[in-house]
T-cell receptor, first 110, second 117 residues
């Protein structure tokens, strides 16, 4: 799987939007962009995924650059419960394996 | 009801012992996984089973032996425990699509915290 690069940590104020960036300059045409997060002392949980178009779900939005070499996970209104490590993962077509990087530790400031 | 459950939640044992961690999922999924998260929080896949058949084995030492008695269970047995085995072990499951695509969402258990003394 191609590699992703994320900032080690970010901070955001509660109730404000959060933009978590991910660079994946070596992405291939059939790689899907997945985001998972890991809350403290819990297992990872799925957030969102996409291929080319921007995606929205009840948890977040995913904005994918036109050249697909970067993406941004958007939390529209961060709460304290969103404090977690966020992982951006590239997943090849049909590949069931998740390859986690170091992720971004998001701290929410009350 | 918990979708993916693991027992025990904590496991403290001596070096050289043999121990097992159990995982059960009630989601009706056909694929299950074991991941290891080390002290630096790096999360790495160890094994994957699909319909009780091993499909991923990520160069894990032979001391680790997964066993899948049925689709809903994937247990991890570890022989001759070493200090370096101390980690958090996560079980996960997903429903595999035969047509490939994005890859199905994986659902993770709460983790088993193993400490080898």
């Amino acid at each position: 799987d191609a590699k992703t690069t994320q900032p080690n940590s970010m901070e955001s104020n509660e109730e404000e939007p959060v933009h978590l960036p991910c660079n994946h300059s070596t992405i291939s045409g059939t790689d899907y962009i997945h985001w998972y997060r890991q809350l403290p002392s819990q297992g990872p949980e799925y957030v969102i995924h996409g291929l080319t178009s921007n995606v929205n779900n009840r948890m977040a939005s995913l904005a994918i650059a036109e050249d697909r070499k970067s993406s941004t996970l958007i939390l529209h209104r961060a709460t304290l419960r969103d404090a977690a490590v966020y992982y951006c993962i590239l997943r090849a077509f049909g590949n069931e394996k998740l390859t986690f990087g170091t992720g971004t530790r998001l701290t929410i400031i009350p | 009801d918990t979708a993916v459950s693991q027992t025990p939640k904590y496991l403290v044992t001596q070096m050289g012992n043999d121990k097992s961690i159990k995982c059960e999922q009630n989601l009706g999924h056909d694929t299950m996984y074991w991941y290891k998260q080390d002290s630096k929080k790096f999360l790495k896949i160890m094994f994957s089973y699909n319909n009780k058949e091993l499909i991923i084995n990520e160069t894990v030492p032979n001391r680790f032996s997964p066993k899948s008695p049925d689709k809903a269970h994937l247990n991890l047995h570890i022989n001759s425990l070493e200090l370096g085995d101390s980690a958090v072990y996560f079980c996960a499951s997903s429903q595999t699509r035969t047509s490939g695509g994005a890859g199905e969402t994986q659902y993770f258990g709460p983790g088993t915290r193993l400490l080898v003394l």
